[in-house]
């Protein structure tokens, strides 16, 4: 297809920061996913997303706001969604700096602590039944 010519796959660097902060955009085009750390990297890094709206993801991106959601599968919807951003740079710009904005409540400090309490009232309740 001639892609070779205008992307690359870089497969998982070890400087994916750096590469990751000199992006226009970010796509994740995941099927199923969880709670990804490289989409968190992104928005708080700034970089405008488009992802699927699957899993965790949807629980972090709001569409329209902090980022661009897409159905899985839905290849069309996903060009269309990073043209988007390729012709409107205000839209990107307001998209990117909302993710950021939007991420600190994702920072491990804050969650680790969270999680904990949330595992021992788990195990709470459950030793009481």
Request: proline residues 5%.
């Amino acid at each position: 297809m001639g892609l070779e010519k205008i992307v690359r796959f870089l497969g998982s660097p070890d400087d994916h920061i750096d590469i990751i902060n000199v992006m226009d955009f970010f796509v994740l085009p995941s099927l199923q996913e969880g709670m990804p750390t490289v989409l968190l990297e992104a928005m708080y890094l700034g970089v405008p997303v488009v992802a699927s709206a699957t899993g965790g993801i949807s629980e972090i991106v709001t569409d329209g706001s902090n980022g661009l959601l897409v159905e899985p599968k839905s290849e069309s919807r996903l060009a269309a969604s990073c043209m988007s951003l390729i012709a409107d740079h205000s839209l990107a710009k307001r998209i990117g700096l909302n993710a950021r904005g939007q991420i600190g409540r994702y920072n491990r400090p804050e969650t680790i602590p969270k999680v904990l309490t949330l595992y021992s009232q788990l195990r709470n309740g459950l030793s009481k039944q």
